[in-house]
């Protein structure tokens, strides 16, 4: 019995996460052991490579990650960091158009049977198709770790996903992609009032 069970919420949880609408991918150099990096900082980045062209969506940025490195045990140093971080963003909008037709039958007024009933509601006026424009934005966020003393990129992740409340899914996607960081964290998560 606990074993259907098991098997019941292990398919729920896949069930959940496959339908996820954040797509992460990471890639990090194997042969690079972590736990030697102690201190990080920031590249300067030029003021019109904003995270989606915003200056609180930059610092929620930039403040998550912060946040999600000191979890693990780094600490924040721009004299002499170990690992260097760099990011950028992308939004794109794009625009599909959908038709919609309203269902085609109409039910008969006297019972089931009505000998006035024509069947199918073709020559109904209010049978009409529907066109909308659906507007969609997605967003991709990249990280790039790179050690300092080799100059060499050890880490980085790319989420993709929804862009229509920036702020938000800046925080979803940084918890994402450092929840496939080679380091873990030591601290849990704050709780957010959204």
Not at 90 to 104: D, E, F, G, I, L
Not at 119 to 143: C, D, F, H, V, Y
């Amino acid at each position: 019995m606990t074993a259907r069970i098991m098997i019941g919420g292990l398919a729920v949880l896949l069930l959940v996460t496959a339908c996820s609408p954040m797509k992460v991918y990471i890639r990090q150099d194997e042969s690079v052991d972590f736990t030697q990096y102690k201190t990080f900082a920031f590249l300067q980045r030029p003021p019109e490579e904003r995270v989606y062209g915003s200056l609180l969506a930059e610092n929620e940025m930039i403040y998550g990650i912060q946040e999600e490195l000191e979890a693990r045990g780094l600490k924040a140093d721009t004299a002499a960091p170990d690992l260097l971080i760099s990011f950028k963003s992308k939004a794109q909008v794009s625009q599909k158009q959908v038709t919609t037709t309203p269902p085609m039958w109409v039910m008969p007024m006297w019972g089931f049977y009505d000998p006035f009933f024509w069947g199918p509601a073709m020559m109904n006026p209010w049978n009409q198709r529907q066109t909308q424009t659906i507007t969609e934005s997605k967003g991709t966020i990249e990280l790039f770790l790179f050690d300092r003393a080799t100059k060499k990129p050890v880490w980085q992740g790319a989420a993709i996903g929804n862009a229509d409340n920036p702020y938000e899914n800046v925080r979803m996607s940084l918890q994402k992609l450092f929840s496939r960081f080679p380091l873990k964290r030591q601290k849990p998560y704050p709780k957010y009032d959204l």
